[in-house]
Structure formats: C-alpha cells, structure tokens
C-alpha cells in the first residue's frame, strides 16, 4: 500500500463520517430518533474517554511499565459499576439545571457565579491543551510509521503539517456539527452517531490485532503468558502508592474532562441508559484492553530495539507485510484521536461562548443583544478553531514525549474541579468563595508543578529554575515543592494540587455563611430527588410578558421561543403567546436561557429585565426542616389555591371580554340601524323624487344611481352578515383544489391596490419562500389575505408604512406571517380583534361594521387552519396557519375541484 493510499483512505473515512452525521442529522429533524436515542448509542458514545492514548498509549505504557496500564481502565469502570448513583445524580442534577458543560454545572452550583465560571472555563481549555496536542501526535505519527523506506518518506517537517491539516478537518468538522443549534436539549446527533461508528471501529481494530498478534505471532495465550513472564522487568511491578493515584486520577477524569461531561450528561436523552451503561461501558473497555500486554510483548521481542513501543498496534502488522490489519489499526487510531478532539472542541467551545463571550458583549454593549444568537454561534465557531489551535501549539512546543505522559497531565489539571462538584451535590454548606479559592489554587500548583515543566527546556521554565527553584529558593522548586523530594512528579503533583483545592474549599466554605441564593442552589443541587413543588426565587415580575417574548426570540429564535410562550400560556389555560409572568413562568424561561447561554448569563438577564430577584430564607429553610407530611399537605394547599387562582383569573378575564362584547354588540346593533336605515332612507327619499312627473332627465338618472349604490351598499352588508354565519354553522361550500401560495398572495396583493391607502403602504415580500403548494380553497384564502393586507393600508400609522409579508414551511403546515411596522394593537385589545362587531377605530376610518377579522378566523377554521395576532414584532402582526394536505380539513362538505 501506497503513502497516497493511505491518504486516500482515510479522506474517504472522513466522508463516511460527515455522511453518517448527515444521516443522523437528517433523521433528527425528521423526528425519526429511535435509533438515535438508543441507549447502546449512548454507551458507545461514551468510548470517547477511549482517545488515541488508550489505542495506542496503553500499549506504550504496558511496555514501559507493566501493569500499571490498568490503571487508565480501572478508575472509570469502578465509577460506572460501584457509583452508578452519583453518576445517576449527576445526571438528574445536569438536566434539571439545562447546565451546557460542567463550568456552567459548578457555576450554577455556587450562586451562578460567572467569575467562577470563567476560571473554570480557561482551566479547562489549558488541562485539554496538551490532550488535543496527544492525539495530533499519535495521528501524524502513526502515519509517519506508513511513511518507511518502499513508501515515499515524509520530508522534513512534514509531521508538523499533516498535524496542521489534521486540526484544521477536524475544526471544520467540529464547527459544521456542532455549532448547528445553541438549545442544550437540541443535542448533537450528528456527533454522537459518528463518535458511536468510531467506537465500533476502535474496538475491532484492536480485537483483529489482538488476535493475530496472540494467535497468528505468540502461538495462543499459553505462549504468550510465557512471554509475558519473560520479558517482565522490576519495572514491570505496580508501586502501590502510584498504582492507587493513577486509579483515582483516571476516576476523577472520567467526572470532570469537558468532553466526557458532554456525552455523559449534555446528550443523555434519557436516565434508564445510565443503568445499561453500567455494565456495558466496563465491557467496553475491558474488550479494548485485554491485548495490550501481548501486544506489548510480542512487539518488544520482534520488532527491533529502540523502536516506538506506542506504536507497537500498528508496526507490528506492517513488520509482518498485513497491510490491510495495519489499515484498520491506523483506522482505529485515527478514530480514537478525531472523536475525542471533535466532541472536547464542541464541549470547550460552548464553555468559552457561555462563560466568557457573551457576558462579555452583553457587560460591554448591553444594548445590542438584538442579534446575541448569532454572536453566540459564531463565538462558538471561533472558540472551536482557537481550542484546535492552542493544541497544535502545545504539540510544536513540548516536543515528542510519551502519549500517557502528556494525557496525565491533562488528567490531573481536569481534577482540579473534583472537590467543587463533589462538594457541590453532596454538602449544602459549599460555598462560591470556597470552590473559587480551591480551585485557584489547585489549577494554579498543577500549572507551576506539572504543566510548564512539561513544555521542555525550551518552555518557561529554565533547566535552572527546575533544579534550584526560583531564585535560588529550594523548597519552591516545581518537583519537590515544600522539599517534598524524590516522588514521582506526577504524584507530586496530584497530591499538592488537591490538597490545596480541598484545604481551601473546605475552609473557606466554613469561614462564610453561604448566601441566599447559594442556599436555594445547595438545596436544589443536594436534595434534587425530593418531590414538590420546593421553593421559588423568581417574584411577580416588573417587565411585561411581551417585553420577555421580544428578549427570547433575540436568543432562541423567533419560532423556537414563541412555541415555548405558546406552551407555557396554555400552561396557563391562556390563549396566545403571551403567559403571565409568574414565578414559576420565569423559573422555566431561566432554564430555557440556560440551555443556550449558560446559566449564570440567563440569570443575569432576567434579573435585569425584571428588576432583580428576590428570596425567603425562611421559607427556604423550613420547607428544609418540614416533616415529610407537612411538605406534601403544604404542596396539596399551594396546588389548590395556584388552581382556584387560575380559575379566579380566567373567570374574570372572561367577564371582562363578556363585558366589552356586549358593549361592542349594542354599539354594533346602533350602528347596524343607522347603516340599515341610511340607505333605506335615501333610497325612499329619491324613490318619491323620481315619482315627479316632470323631472329632468338628467336628475332622474344621477337619483337612480344614487338609489343603486346604496342598494349595493345594503347588499354587501348583509351578504358579510350571511356569510359570516354560513361560516360558523359549517355551511359553507368549500371548492378545494391544488394552489401555489405565491399566486394567491399575488392575486390579493393586486386586489388590495385598488385601495385608498395603498399607494402610501409598500410590501416586502420573500418570493423564494412563497412556492408552496397547497390543497385548499384558493378563493377563500385570497379573501383572507386581501382582508390582512388592506387592513395593514389602513391602520399602520408609520410615517413609511411597510407590511412585511414572510412565509415559512412548518412540518405539515404553511406559516404566513403579515407584519407591519406601525403601533401595534394594544395588549388590552387583542383578545378582541377576531369578536365580531369588534372596530379600533372610528367608523369613518374602518370604513365597515368590524365582520372582516371575524369572517378570517371561520375562514381558515373552515379549511383546517387558524389565524393569530402575534405579539412582540414592533407592530401589528398575524399569523396565517393553514394545512398542505386535504387531510387537515375540519369541513366535511368539501367538493374538490
């Protein structure tokens, strides 16, 4: 096999994976997810903590140090088997909180402190610096091993840009699929299913490898046990104090690596997969490390001396000439590296875009938050492509050191943030100066004793300052800190980092007594499985409805938050898309913002809006110590009066809207006599003139026209009166066929010019988007539209009047949106728009008798559809619903033509 064919296969590896992430992007939009949300989807994705370094480290390190290898294993497969609760926990708490990433968890945790969020973020990103930098290594070196006398050898410096353009794909592919949507509950299925086909991929890889080396090379597992037996070293013998360390380092990374928090707990859809994930994701890596040893073994007896032993996966078939065999295992480990580098990009960038970017531009231009959505993504996308940047630096700058060595590393930076989450789901007393304190002074002592050291004497630290320490001082010296000497500097490490952060999070924590808030966290994070309502932070709110509906659809979008205000009015047995601003209302629209710009920014932005939050104490710390009936009686009591309460307010908005109804029926009832005797009358008068013998003939002809137009002009109102209440009893003959909506607004578009007003009124419409072919009563929809449009020409009180007309396709259904740029229509009107007899204006400026937004509403009723005032637009907006198919139609009388 050629170099070039190597090359090729693995880009048509990638194609395969931007295909399956299509797929499964396509069948999620499609809400086709059975598959997609299976829970054997779900453990494989978890094989993401399976990086290069366990492909092709694990076998390094087993040859270098024996057993110890297990060490990477055993600590997660101890935390899936025997901590299954607190994972389950973690979860909970995570979903319940729509936490983005595990700074946006502990940030939460401790008062949804940004500034805390923010340190957490940038330790993140420098623990998984050296991480990303492993995998470009193991890649590029894994396809210099290709690149051997018979094939066409790399030039120099060529390593350094096959890494170059290995993190430039693998930013594209990160920003393309993972910077889609902002929603945490919009996962990343394109990402999961490609991450699960590289788990399988890995895992075979290392089983047929496995498998030749022990039967094809060692002569079965007797043979290779002899081996093993032989070639063992002193070296080979676990220390039991570092055996131990390394045991929990790997536990805790398995808790605290941004990218395992990604899929553990961001794209789990459902808790029950934990209980399969258990025992299959130990499984899992139980299959992948049964050959390391061999491995190791037959590779240092064959291969000659001196060669890499961290790729012994993959020059073992390449000595033996099975091209194909050392195609999959470099397929295996091309897996390993782009899964992890894909998803802890993906996990760091949202780490960066919500704890730094956005509270940065919302502190710095607070007014121009109108198009914060897009500034979210795009922080995102930059974030991605810095976080593959910075890996590629460490990468040039540490120089070529041992793959477990410099994934250690990142392990024991990410721990850093094991006592804060720890602490923050199990003690209610945590406090955010005691998680800040710990974990800058943890980060802090593994970044001067293990991170800089690692860069090489060509880094920021002097052969020197490692000997001697600074300025002369021994006992800061980075490796025997304290005069602490001759310990492993991994361990080193490890043991003074963690002892700072618990020492001060503990104590600092103890110092202070957490405040409100903290403790309304502390209660909601420790006591997350205790059923009731519990207590509530939000007040009534300042802002209106409206004024939170105009924020939302700047962040979430305008259709995703105006479904959410939707849902959570009918929540509230309300119709609409405007909810009361409750309490429990705000809490929910906290979350949602949570989803998308982290926590402690969602909070920011609502107690903003609504001029600040308020908490009881005393509430909260009763409801804590209540016995377990005098929570559920409090709960039934509080449930019952929220019920009377709603029943109280919907009783007495409907009183209200009775009330102006029948206002509007007996002002209606005037001004129908008035219209009904006005023509009459002229009609009679110039009826008895034109009985005159002797008038002329040019008189007798303008009375008669007079007498007709009026005649017309009954006729025409009473022909609105009949069809209004053929609509409502269902009577109406509907002639349905295929229509293009486009041609239908054209054709109202042309009718209402020949209004007064329509000169003065200009239409902005989106032509692409109008060619949707529908199955309804063209006519009908046209007297709808007509209506919509003329009404626009003759209320909008803009000094440049535009109406906007937008049409988007919605599933099974075509959404047309008529928004104008004028006042709008008051919020104590609204309701009332589509009552017959309702008019806003005087009657010489509506120019009928307020039939027109009635005679709508039964209209599309008839065809299947519905119309709306959409609120929080800028001016007066409807919304047009109206089905694709004839299948929707409620009329049953339908003739189609």
């Given at each position: 096999?050629?170099?070039?064919?190597?090359?090729?296969?693995?880009?048509?590896?990638?194609?395969?994976?931007?295909?399956?992430?299509?797929?499964?992007?396509?069948?999620?939009?499609?809400?086709?997810?059975?598959?997609?949300?299976?829970?054997?989807?779900?453990?494989?994705?978890?094989?993401?903590?399976?990086?290069?370094?366990?492909?092709?480290?694990?076998?390094?390190?087993?040859?270098?140090?024996?057993?110890?290898?297990?060490?990477?294993?055993?600590?997660?497969?101890?935390?899936?088997?025997?901590?299954?609760?607190?994972?389950?926990?973690?979860?909970?708490?995570?979903?319940?909180?729509?936490?983005?990433?595990?700074?946006?968890?502990?940030?939460?945790?401790?008062?949804?402190?940004?500034?805390?969020?923010?340190?957490?973020?940038?330790?993140?990103?420098?623990?998984?610096?050296?991480?990303?930098?492993?995998?470009?290594?193991?890649?590029?070196?894994?396809?210099?091993?290709?690149?051997?006398?018979?094939?066409?050898?790399?030039?120099?410096?060529?390593?350094?840009?096959?890494?170059?353009?290995?993190?430039?794909?693998?930013?594209?592919?990160?920003?393309?699929?993972?910077?889609?949507?902002?929603?945490?509950?919009?996962?990343?299925?394109?990402?999961?299913?490609?991450?699960?086909?590289?788990?399988?991929?890995?895992?075979?890889?290392?089983?047929?490898?496995?498998?030749?080396?022990?039967?094809?090379?060692?002569?079965?597992?007797?043979?290779?046990?002899?081996?093993?037996?032989?070639?063992?070293?002193?070296?080979?013998?676990?220390?039991?104090?570092?055996?131990?360390?390394?045991?929990?380092?790997?536990?805790?990374?398995?808790?605290?690596?941004?990218?395992?928090?990604?899929?553990?707990?961001?794209?789990?859809?459902?808790?029950?997969?934990?209980?399969?994930?258990?025992?299959?994701?130990?499984?899992?890596?139980?299959?992948?490390?049964?050959?390391?040893?061999?491995?190791?073994?037959?590779?240092?007896?064959?291969?000659?001396?001196?060669?890499?032993?961290?790729?012994?996966?993959?020059?073992?078939?390449?000595?033996?000439?099975?091209?194909?065999?050392?195609?999959?295992?470099?397929?295996?480990?091309?897996?390993?590296?782009?899964?992890?580098?894909?998803?802890?990009?993906?996990?760091?960038?949202?780490?960066?875009?919500?704890?730094?970017?956005?509270?940065?531009?919302?502190?710095?231009?607070p007014s121009h938050n109108s198009n914060l959505r897009h500034v979210v993504l795009m922080s995102r996308r930059f974030s991605i492509a810095l976080v593959l940047a910075l890996g590629y630096g460490y990468y040039r700058l540490s120089g070529q050191g041992a793959l477990a060595e410099i994934g250690l590393i990142a392990f024991v930076g990410a721990a850093q943030t094991l006592p804060a989450l720890l602490g923050g789901l199990y003690w209610r007393g945590g406090t955010h100066h005691g998680a800040m304190g710990g974990v800058l002074l943890g980060g802090g002592i593994w970044i001067y004793t293990l991170f800089l050291p690692s860069l090489g004497i060509d880094g920021l630290m002097s052969p020197q300052m490692l000997a001697e320490g600074p300025w002369g001082i021994g006992w800061l010296r980075p490796e025997a800190l304290f005069g602490l000497s001759g310990m492993d500097p991994l361990l080193h490490a490890l043991f003074w980092s963690l002892f700072a952060n618990v020492t001060a999070y503990i104590g600092l924590s103890l110092r202070a007594f957490p405040p409100p808030l903290e403790r309304l966290q502390g209660v909601a994070f420790v006591n997350i499985y205790d059923e009731g309502p519990g207590p509530r932070g939000w007040h009534m709110a300042v802002a209106e409805?409206?004024?939170?509906?105009?924020?939302?659809?700047?962040?979430?979008?305008?259709?995703?938050?105006?479904?959410?205000?939707?849902?959570?009015?009918?929540?509230?047995?309300?119709?609409?898309?405007?909810?009361?601003?409750?309490?429990?209302?705000?809490?929910?629209?906290?979350?949602?913002?949570?989803?998308?710009?982290?926590?402690?920014?969602?909070?920011?932005?609502?107690?903003?809006?609504?001029?600040?939050?308020?908490?009881?104490?005393?509430?909260?710390?009763?409801?804590?110590?209540?016995?377990?009936?005098?929570?559920?009686?409090?709960?039934?009591?509080?449930?019952?009066?929220?019920?009377?309460?709603?029943?109280?307010?919907?009783?007495?908005?409907?009183?209200?809207?009775?009330?102006?109804?029948?206002?509007?029926?007996?002002?209606?009832?005037?001004?129908?006599?008035?219209?009904?005797?006005?023509?009459?009358?002229?009609?009679?008068?110039?009826?008895?003139?034109?009985?005159?013998?002797?008038?002329?003939?040019?008189?007798?002809?303008?009375?008669?026209?007079?007498?007709?137009?009026?005649?017309?002009?009954?006729?025409?109102?009473?022909?609105?009166?009949?069809?209004?209440?053929?609509?409502?009893?269902?009577?109406?003959?509907?002639?349905?066929?295929?229509?293009?909506?486009?041609?239908?607004?054209?054709?109202?578009?042309?009718?209402?010019?020949?209004?007064?007003?329509?000169?003065?009124?200009?239409?902005?419409?989106?032509?692409?988007?109008?060619?949707?072919?529908?199955?309804?009563?063209?006519?009908?929809?046209?007297?709808?539209?007509?209506?919509?449009?003329?009404?626009?020409?003759?209320?909008?009180?803009?000094?440049?009047?535009?109406?906007?007309?937008?049409?988007?396709?919605?599933?099974?259904?075509?959404?047309?949106?008529?928004?104008?740029?004028?006042?709008?229509?008051?919020?104590?009107?609204?309701?009332?728009?589509?009552?017959?007899?309702?008019?806003?204006?005087?009657?010489?400026?509506?120019?009928?008798?307020?039939?027109?937004?009635?005679?709508?509403?039964?209209?599309?009723?008839?065809?299947?559809?519905?119309?709306?005032?959409?609120?929080?637009?800028?001016?007066?907006?409807?919304?047009?619903?109206?089905?694709?198919?004839?299948?929707?139609?409620?009329?049953?009388?339908?003739?189609?033509?």
């Amino acid at each position: 096999m050629t170099f070039d064919s190597l090359i090729l296969v693995c880009l048509l590896y990638v194609v395969l994976l931007f295909g399956v992430a299509f797929w499964a992007e396509g069948r999620a939009r499609s809400g086709r997810m059975r598959v997609l949300q299976s829970p054997w989807v779900y453990t494989l994705s978890l094989s993401i903590y399976c990086t290069a370094w366990t492909f092709y480290g694990a076998v390094g390190y087993a040859a270098r140090s024996g057993l110890e290898f297990v060490t990477i294993y055993l600590g997660p497969s101890l935390v899936f088997c025997g901590w299954w609760w607190f994972l389950r926990k973690l979860v909970r708490v995570g979903r319940a909180q729509r936490a983005t990433s595990v700074a946006d968890l502990i940030s939460a945790r401790y008062g949804k402190s940004n500034s805390l969020g923010v340190v957490l973020t940038l330790l993140a990103v420098l623990a998984a610096t050296p991480y990303i930098a492993l995998q470009l290594q193991s890649v590029t070196e894994s396809l210099s091993a290709f690149a051997t006398p018979g094939f066409a050898p790399p030039a120099e410096g060529a390593q350094q840009n096959w890494a170059l353009w290995i993190a430039v794909g693998l930013a594209a592919f990160a920003i393309l699929f993972g910077t889609r949507n902002l929603d945490a509950n919009e996962r990343h299925h394109g990402v999961v299913m490609a991450v699960a086909l590289e788990a399988v991929v890995k895992l075979v890889a290392v089983l047929a490898v496995g498998s030749f080396v022990v039967w094809g090379l060692g002569g079965g597992w007797g043979a290779v046990m002899d081996r093993i037996d032989h070639f063992a070293t002193q070296d080979w013998v676990p220390q039991p104090g570092r055996f131990m360390g390394l045991t929990l380092l790997s536990a805790a990374a398995i808790l605290t690596l941004p990218r395992m928090f990604q899929v553990l707990v961001v794209e789990n859809v459902e808790e029950r997969h934990l209980a399969i994930a258990s025992w299959a994701f130990p499984a899992y890596l139980a299959l992948i490390s049964v050959f390391v040893l061999p491995i190791a073994v037959i590779g240092l007896e064959l291969l000659p001396e001196g060669a890499n032993p961290d790729l012994f996966v993959l020059t073992l078939p390449l000595s033996q000439h099975h091209d194909w065999l050392a195609l999959l295992a470099f397929l295996g480990g091309f897996s390993s590296a782009t899964s992890m580098v894909i998803v802890a990009a993906i996990a760091l960038a949202t780490m960066i875009s919500n704890q730094i970017v956005t509270p940065l531009w919302l502190a710095l231009w607070p007014s121009h938050n109108s198009n914060l959505r897009h500034v979210v993504l795009m922080s995102r996308r930059f974030s991605i492509a810095l976080v593959l940047a910075l890996g590629y630096g460490y990468y040039r700058l540490s120089g070529q050191g041992a793959l477990a060595e410099i994934g250690l590393i990142a392990f024991v930076g990410a721990a850093q943030t094991l006592p804060a989450l720890l602490g923050g789901l199990y003690w209610r007393g945590g406090t955010h100066h005691g998680a800040m304190g710990g974990v800058l002074l943890g980060g802090g002592i593994w970044i001067y004793t293990l991170f800089l050291p690692s860069l090489g004497i060509d880094g920021l630290m002097s052969p020197q300052m490692l000997a001697e320490g600074p300025w002369g001082i021994g006992w800061l010296r980075p490796e025997a800190l304290f005069g602490l000497s001759g310990m492993d500097p991994l361990l080193h490490a490890l043991f003074w980092s963690l002892f700072a952060n618990v020492t001060a999070y503990i104590g600092l924590s103890l110092r202070a007594f957490p405040p409100p808030l903290e403790r309304l966290q502390g209660v909601a994070f420790v006591n997350i499985y205790d059923e009731g309502p519990g207590p509530r932070g939000w007040h009534m709110a300042v802002a209106e409805s409206e004024d939170y509906l105009s924020t939302a659809q700047r962040i979430l979008g305008a259709q995703t938050a105006q479904k959410f205000f939707q849902s959570e009015a009918a929540r509230q047995g309300k119709t609409g898309w405007l909810p009361d601003p409750t309490p429990d209302f705000l809490a929910a629209l906290e979350r949602k913002f949570a989803g998308s710009v982290g926590s402690a920014t969602a909070h920011a932005m609502l107690a903003q809006l609504s001029g600040g939050r308020v908490i009881s104490v005393g509430d909260l710390i009763n409801m804590a110590s209540e016995a377990a009936d005098m929570k559920e009686h409090s709960s039934q009591l509080e449930a019952k009066s929220e019920e009377l309460a709603q029943v109280a307010r919907q009783l007495r908005l409907a009183n209200e809207k009775l009330t102006q109804i029948s206002v509007q029926k007996d002002a209606f009832l005037g001004q129908i006599s008035h219209e009904l005797r006005t023509p009459m009358t002229s009609i009679r008068a110039f009826s008895e003139i034109l009985m005159e013998p002797d008038l002329p003939d040019e008189m007798r002809q303008s009375y008669a026209k007079i007498i007709l137009e009026e005649a017309r002009r009954l006729t025409r109102l009473l022909d609105d009166l009949l069809d209004l209440s053929v609509l409502e009893h269902r009577k109406v003959q509907l002639h349905i066929g295929l229509s293009n909506l486009h041609e239908l607004l054209n054709r109202a578009v042309q009718s209402a010019a020949h209004s007064g007003n329509a000169a003065q009124c200009r239409i902005e419409r989106d032509f692409p988007n109008e060619h949707v072919a529908l199955f309804t009563d063209g006519d009908r929809l046209v007297q709808v539209f007509i209506n919509l449009i003329t009404n626009a020409q003759k209320y909008c009180d803009a000094e440049k009047p535009v109406l906007r007309i937008e049409v988007q396709r919605q599933d099974d259904q075509a959404q047309i949106d008529f928004v104008d740029n004028g006042a709008g229509i008051p919020k104590s009107a609204q309701d009332l728009i589509f009552e017959k007899f309702s008019r806003l204006t005087d009657m010489s400026r509506a120019g009928g008798a307020g039939l027109g937004l009635a005679i709508c509403r039964e209209i599309l009723t008839n065809l299947g559809g519905r119309i709306d005032y959409l609120p929080g637009q800028g001016g007066a907006a409807f919304r047009v619903l109206i089905p694709l198919r004839r299948g929707k139609m409620v009329h049953e009388g339908a003739e189609e033509t």
